[in-house]
Structures are given as C-alpha cells and as structure tokens.
C-alpha cells in the first residue's frame, strides 16, 4: 500500500509515496489468532485496514476463504463484511455519540437485513449480554459508559453479524491497565466460544503474547521476523525483535533475581516516504554491515515455524561474521514472502536445507 504524497497548490502534482506496506506475507488460519507488532507508524492499522478493505491496496493479493478479495468492487464485498470485522483502538471515536447503543450495535444487521425488524431488539440485547455489559443499556449514549465499557459497545457491534475473522487494532491500547486484561480475557472468551480468527494489532510484544500463538514483528512497513510464540519470545534472530523483548518484563527472570538487558534503539524511525536502501533497520541496527545498506535481506524461512528478515540471522545477541550467502537467501529450501512456512527451511548451522 503505497500513498501518495501531494506536492499542494494549484498543481497537485504527486511528489512522492508514503511506503506504508510493502510486501507484506502473512497468513491467519481459521479460528486462531496472529499478533502484528511494531513501534507507532510501521504500518500496522493500514495493514488492517488493507484487509477489511477500508484501503483499496495498490498491488498484492489478500484471500480470504480461499477467495480473492484484494481487487473487489466495494459491491461485491458487501456480502463478505459480515465475515470480516474491525474493532478500533479509540472506543470514543469510533462510536457515533449521537447514536443510542441500541442503534449503534443493530446498524449492520438494517444494513445487512439479516433479521426482521421485531427480532433486533433481542439480538441486541443478547449481545451486550455476550460482551458483559447490561442490556437494560439498551437506550443509553456513548458518553453514558466508561472507556473499557465503550470499548465492549466496540466489540458487540464488531460480533452483530457472527464475523470469521476480527481485526482488532489496539483495541486496548486506549484503555486504562486495570481495564485491559478484563476486555483482552473477553476477546478471548469470545474467540473460543465463535471461533473467530483475529488479527490482534499492538505496539508491544507483552499484549498479544497470551492471545497470539503466532506472531508477527513489523518495521517500517515489512515484516522482520514471524515465528510461533515459543520461538519469537525465546529465541528470536531479528535485531529488531530482540530490541522490543527486552522492553517486555520478563516474569521468569525476575524469579531468579536477573533481569533482561535493555537494548535502546538508536535515533528515530525513518520515514516510509525515503526508506533506507537494502535493510530498512539499518540505520538503528546495532550490527549493520555494508552488506545491509545495498541488499535487503528476504524474509527467510530458518525453522519449522519462523522466518527472519536479516542478513546475519543467527543466535541471540551473536551474529555469524559472515552474512548468509545470497544462494541460500530465496534459493532452494528458503521460500521468500510465502504467506505460510513451508516444509522445508534453511538450517542456519549447516547452511543446508532442513525439513521436519
Ligand atoms: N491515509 C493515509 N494517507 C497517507 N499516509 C498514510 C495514511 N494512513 C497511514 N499513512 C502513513 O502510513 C504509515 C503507516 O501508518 P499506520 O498504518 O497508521 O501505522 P501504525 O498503525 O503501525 O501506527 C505512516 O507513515 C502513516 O503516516
Ligand atoms: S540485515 Fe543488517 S541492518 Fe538489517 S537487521 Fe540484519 S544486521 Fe541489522
Ligand atoms: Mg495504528
């Protein structure tokens, strides 16, 4: 997803693009979930966006079910938003403060005429049941509710029409620490009992670790590294990952008196509009080599369940010092930019490739 960058005044000439997603491969299977993670800015909202199509992309493919949604008319994909929802991050701007709850929850079934008019009260009602709140409320305005409440008005309306798959952007971020482990614990409830699949957004790895089973790590509109949760919060190979651990709290060394070291990242995220050449992360890597400034490193599949965009992908805090030859990156065994892993994968010890 490329935007345009306006030069403004009479001619409106398009001086530049904003690279807000670039290349992006990732795949959410039915009824589980997968984490997108990364610092403010990186492109994770567009990327929601993108696949509820709020965004028409400029290039790529986006399946759902099986079918091509990436090039639809907003026509033909009305009849797929039933299956497709969006919780926002700001409970209080994404709900219609002229609008009653009643209203705002029964909107998509009058869009979608799924039930006769007699029968949507009850619907409603059953539904600020499902989502813990009292369907007495039935006639009450947002600002009557608190942030955490209003963020379940949020997630009843996103349920209306019994969704397959809820992409939730921050949708605790807004909310008050005490608040978001109660409305997180909902969501998760709410994945079991209508096994919905969720693209669950967040800006830290601490949020999605007990939601997501799979996790992806983004900067500056790329994915860096993708594993399953063991792998990405044990051993993870991506500078950039290990970066965004080490903020995490971690409850097991606390217990033996240690403490992660914190890595700070240096300097600023670039800007999408001018990326740098070869390895976006370049210019805050604390390990960048030449090789990183004119070759951008493949998303390489380097275990069973994890991929890993770098040129020095090795062990925690110890890079190799030689870069992973380029006929292993996105030769034979090291498939690049598949949504899913594959069988097969590059065993970084022996350079070969390995399979299960
Ligand atoms: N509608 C838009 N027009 C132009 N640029 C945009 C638009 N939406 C997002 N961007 C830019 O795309 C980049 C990614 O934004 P976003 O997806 O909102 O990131 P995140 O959700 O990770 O904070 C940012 O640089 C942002 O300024
Ligand atoms: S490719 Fe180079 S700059 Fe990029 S993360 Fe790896 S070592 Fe750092
Ligand atoms: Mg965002």
Redesign the pocket.
């Given at each position: 997803m490329y935007?345009p960058v306006k030069s403004g005044g009479i001619i409106n000439r398009t001086v530049g693009h904003?690279q807000?997603v670039d290349g992006v491969s990732f795949q959410v299977p039915e009824g589980s979930s997968l984490g997108l993670v990364?610092e403010?800015?990186?492109?994770?909202?567009?990327t929601g966006r993108l696949i509820t199509r709020l965004y028409d992309p400029t290039g790529g493919s986006i399946k759902f079910d099986g079918k091509e949604i990436a090039n639809i008319s907003q026509r033909q994909m009305l009849p797929m938003r039933r299956d497709i929802q969006m919780i926002f991050q700001d409970p209080a701007t994404s709900l219609n403060p002229r609008h009653s709850v009643g209203a705002i929850i029964s909107a998509p079934l009058k869009i979608h005429n799924v039930l006769p008019d007699n029968k949507i009260k009850a619907r409603v009602e059953e539904l600020l049941e499902i989502v813990g709140l009292n369907p007495e409320h039935y006639n009450r305005y947002p600002h009557e509710f608190s942030g955490g409440q209003r963020q379940r008005i949020g997630i009843a309306r996103a349920l209306t029409l019994q969704p397959k798959l809820l992409v939730a952007d921050e949708p605790v971020s807004a909310l008050d620490v005490s608040i978001q482990a109660q409305v997180i614990n909902l969501l998760q409830d709410l994945q079991r009992e209508f096994n919905i699949a969720f693209l669950f957004i967040a800006h830290d790895l601490a949020i999605v670790r007990h939601f997501c089973p799979e996790i992806a790590v983004m900067y500056l509109g790329k994915i860096v590294e993708i594993a399953d949760r063991e792998t990405l919060y044990g051993r993870p190979h991506h500078p950039y990952t290990q970066a965004l651990l080490s903020a995490v709290p971690d409850v097991k060394q606390a217990q033996i008196g240690g403490r992660r070291e914190r890595i700070r990242l240096k300097g600023d995220v670039p800007s999408?509009i001018n990326p740098p050449s070869g390895c976006r992360f370049r210019t805050r890597c604390q390990f960048a080599q030449e090789i990183c400034s004119r070759v951008e490193p493949p998303l390489l599949q380097i275990g069973p369940r994890h991929k890993v965009a770098c040129h020095f992908a090795g062990e925690l805090g110890a890079h190799p010092a030689e870069p992973i030859p380029q006929s292993a990156n996105g030769g034979e065994g090291a498939p690049a930019n598949q949504p899913g892993f594959e069988d097969h994968w590059l065993n970084l010890s022996t350079g070969q490739t390995a399979s299960a």
């Open positions: 935007f904003v807000a990364g403010s800015g990186c492109g994770k909202s567009t999408p």
